[in-house]
Nanobody, 122 residues
Framework: QVQLVESGGGLVTAGGSLRLFCAASGRTLSSYAVGWFRQAPGEERMFVGGISWGDTTTRYADSVKGRFTISRDGTTNGLYLQMDSLKPEDTAVYYC???????????????WGQGTQVTVSL
């Protein structure tokens, strides 16, 4: 089993940056596809970005492409999400996830963190 814990969320002004971290335990993340999702109040969980098993494919949602960067940290068995040029519409709870295969559908992911709040103000 894989346990995931997110950190790094907070309040930031529009145009600013945040870097989220996902710490994993139980299994080595290099054996899994990894990704970030976000969910605003009353809305469905949405795919933000992900990396396939073997690092052959990296995908981003159109709304964050060019502003967000997902990366693995093999030394710490973790996952980062660098968020730049943040907008108020980026406000949401952000979750990291792991699964055997990369998918944009949150229902196909096996392991989830508890989430961390990101709030972008004007």
């Amino acid at each position: 089993q894989v346990q995931l814990v997110e950190s790094g969320g907070g309040l930031v002004t529009a145009g600013g940056s945040l870097r989220l971290f996902c710490a994993a335990s139980g299994r080595t993340l290099s054996s899994y596809a990894v990704g970030w999702f976000r969910q605003a109040p009353g809305e469905e969980r949405m795919f933000v970005g992900g990396i396939s098993w073997g690092d052959t494919t990296t995908r981003y949602a159109d709304s964050v492409k060019g502003r967000f960067t997902i990366s693995r940290d093999g030394t710490t068995n973790g996952l980062y999400l660098q968020m730049d040029s943040l907008k108020p519409e980026d406000t949401a709870v952000y979750y990291c996830a792991a699964s055997p295969y990369l998918s944009v559908d949150f229902r196909q992911w096996h392991y989830w963190g508890q989430g961390t709040q990101v709030t972008v103000s004007l």
